[in-house]
């Protein structure tokens, strides 16, 4: 079984400046993935990130990059300059024996 | 997106009756999975599928079925709807390879609301 804890409900950030997201991840696989996705109001659920766990370098798309410590069981993501349309829950997932398991969320405000 | 869509998007239904979500994929993706979406629980899965025909169970199947007949289309039924099955359904499709099993991500429906009264 997999499990995977956001420990943050909520997070609000400035305009401009860096947002970590805490997420904890537990798995009995020995290959698996790690996904934050964001959803906005709409409702649409967007993939922010993908990583590898069988790979050491740290995944980084544009503004976002994570903090992947495979021993720890962490994977936290950051959001540098933060921008409005940055708002929005983020959910942290894990991928392992065809399943995708997800957190409970952290709602993310960006305050102008 | 373009490659999965969901049906109905809303839906009120009353205690007791059936009611079937619809899922549908043109990417030939093998995997397709349904969630539900509740506030402080983020997203479980209710039932998923590794091919025509094949399904297996997912954290909180009760009340549920699931059916694949076609590799696009992916069915979930509520036997008998309950309110504690109001929600956000979610269906998803993942890209993972034959070979070597690798995973390229999930791909999510837009949803549908649900409403038992």
């Known amino acids: 079984a997999q499990t995977v804890t956001q420990s943050q409900p909520e997070m609000s950030v400035q305009e401009a400046e860096t947002v970590t997201l805490s997420c904890t991840y537990d798995t009995s696989e020995s290959d698996y993935y790690l996904f934050w996705y964001k959803q906005p109001p709409s409702r649409q659920m967007i993939l922010v990130i993908r990583?590898?766990?069988?790979?050491?370098q740290n995944a980084t798309e544009n503004r976002f990059s994570v903090n992947f410590q495979k021993a720890a069981k962490s994977f936290s993501l950051k959001i540098s300059d933060s921008q409005l349309g940055d708002a929005a829950m983020y959910f942290c997932?894990?991928?392992?024996?065809?399943?995708?398991?997800f957190g409970t969320g952290t709602r993310l405000t960006i305050i102008p | 997106d373009a490659g999965i869509t969901q049906s109905p998007r809303h839906k009120v239904t009353e205690t007791g009756t059936p009611v079937t979500l619809r899922c549908h994929q043109t990417?030939?993706?093998?995997?397709m999975y349904w969630y539900r979406q509740d506030p402080g629980h983020g997203l479980r899965l209710i039932h998923y599928?590794?091919?025509?025909?094949?399904?297996d169970k997912g954290e909180v199947s009760d009340g549920y079925s699931v059916s694949r007949s076609k590799t696009e289309d992916f069915l979930l039924t509520l036997e008998s709807a309950t309110s504690s099955q109001t929600s956000v359904y979610f269906c998803?499709?993942?890209?993972?390879?034959?070979?070597?099993?690798?995973?390229?991500?999930?791909?999510f429906g837009s949803g549908t609301r649900l409403t038992v009264v």
């Open positions: 998803a499709i993942s890209e993972t390879t034959y070979e070597g099993g690798r995973n390229y991500g999930y791909t």
């Open positions: 599928s590794y091919g025509v025909k094949d399904t």
């Open positions: 997932a894990c991928h392992g024996n065809e399943k995708l398991t």
């Open positions: 990583q590898e766990a069988y790979k050491q």
């Open positions: 990417e030939n993706h093998r995997y």
